[in-house]
């Protein structure tokens, strides 16, 4: 019968009452499902969507957002000074797009972006061909660097486009070591070649292989040493002098994006900054030097440092390490400024310009530009990579929406046995949990023992302490198992077995039970060990990195116990009486009436022991230390320490799957286990 009855469901008090709760309900639901979905749309984030958060990312939808992630994705490797491992710098784009407040992905705005976008197609196609048909022909290949080298959450890195390249060309990974005479157990384990900005390239094999493969990458992930870019670094917290007169922003203040090299070197910012600027910034790998000027000047430096004063001054920086060296140190001192030249591939894109379009005033024609001469005409390479995006446009939102789950994926497949032996612990968890906890819980429920009260209290006790504080005495368990002391226990049972049935009738139970309880105690207690000690033989075993190690801790579980107990109870004892009269068993009616009569209960019980392995890391992560037996979350806790957080997210999403395929395969068993027992 209702609580309320028809009429009075119309009332409109009872109608806001409904309402109320849908309106509740459905705040439930959504506070529910807006961390997944959170989680599923960060998944396919980028660097620079990792603090944004939202339901709807925006390069799904904007092709602006799209055009900066593709950006930030393809950063060129131009600052001497930054290392892999660090947060890949925006600040390597700011002198392309002339934005001085882009220093990491966050910084790179949409609408910074806009003017680049705008710009007519005719314009967009003559910038763009040239730049292609420059690095294809025209520059030295001693300018150009790799984009998006060491980003290894990036979806355009070239980290898997070198492996690629090395299997080619060499077949496998063992030809690769001898030539390189590394160790690699992988290509993972291959880096790319890290080019250092003050040091000359050298002849080695893995040097000249990446030369090689740079060669052969697209124009869209080559880059060219950008000396813009260095003068902007140089400048950040420096003062530019009044008499500056470059661009300047709305508020007054000098563009520091837009301060060319070419202001610097002409003396525009004052001779300290020029001076500074070769002495320590300049990368010493591009610095050509004036040898008859600086000649009197290199024999002083030679006395000084009381090296041979007949070595030649070199205008490059030399090979050797010791002349190199000295080298090094005389354009950092005593080197006249005047002496000192930076080789850039603007000189060589200007001479190219000329000769391809013959005047200044064409070019301007072209470009849609005002330039005065060659001299002042930059490489258009904001327009450059915003021409290649368009190219690679189609396609590339499905690829970012996937990359970060095929990385996720790859590196679980590839790195170790976390899915078998994932998969084998499942297996023995859910094997254990259906075997010892119903046969546990038959036992009490069909003998009606007068003891099980106290037993059921003693197994729900074991729920009143949390996980981590159990965890302690299960590694000690696992990492010294008494082997010895449980066989003495097993044979001191079957004993007091034998015992009971032949002098059961002469020996009252509770002294026998007591004798041999207190045998028990003595032989396991102080004769077993003190017999160990004497012959020094061992008698544990270290269960460490086996299955016997993850296992064991939770075989038996008390709340588990409870309540097939208590489903147990409410089956008719008929049954067992219409068994026992066939002449069935105890055993044979344990698995063949009551496991089928508990099907719902026990998927119940079984998916709690699937969640309890499936998502096992603190235990499996302290008892199994060695990667060959590392389960599925140990590897993804080692995945998350060596990514960003929306491949973190993807990890999630990853680990989430196997338990909602669960849950959906099986709702009708999991939802009957719920309402069955609470019905009877």
Known sequence: MPLISTVGQRAPSVRLLHAGMYILLLLGAVTMAYPFLLMLSMSTAGRGESREFRLVPRFWTSDAALFKRYLLDTVPYLTPAWRPGEEVPASELASWFGKDHW???????EEDLRDVMATPAAQRLAMARDVEDFLAAGCPARFKLPCAMFDADSALALRSDYHAWLAARYGNLDHVNRLYADTAASWDDVQPFVEMMNRQ????????D??????????????????????????????????????VDSAGEPIRALVTFDALDAGELGPDHREQFYRSFAPLRFLLIDTAAAAPAWREHLRACRAQEDLPLEARMPQGTHVAGLWSRFVQGPCPTGALRLERPEVAWRGFLEQRHGSIGALNRLYGASHADFSRVRIPWAVF????????????RQRYMLHNFKTVLAFITVHGAALRVTLIYIILMV???LTINPLAAYAMSRFRLRESHHILMFLLATMAFPGEVLMIPGFLLVKSFPWLQLLVVIACLALFYVAVRRFGRRLPLLLSATLALAATLFLTGWAVPALAQRFDASISANLMNTFWALILPGLANGYGIFLLKGFFDTLPPELYEAGLIDGASEMRMFWQITLPLCRP???IIALGAFTTA??????AFLTCQDPKMWTFMVFLYEFQQLHTVPMIMASLVVAAVPTLLLFVCCQNIILRGIVIPTFK
């Open 201 to 208: 390239p050298g002849d080695s094999r893995r040097e000249k």
């Open 103 to 109: 220093y990491l992905p966050r910084d790179v705005r």
């Open 431 to 433: 094997g254990g949990a």
């Open 210 to 247: 990446w030369r090689e493969f740079l060669e052969t990458r697209p124009p869209g992930r080559t880059a060219l040493l950008n000396a813009d870019q260095l003068v902007f670094t140089y400048l950040r917290g420096r003062t530019l002098p009044a008499s500056y007169r470059g661009p």
């Open 614 to 619: 499936y998502g096992a890391f603190m235990h």
């Open 601 to 603: 209960i026990l998927a």
């Open 385 to 396: 990579k915003y021409d290649r995006y368009l190219q690679e446009k189609p396609g590339l």
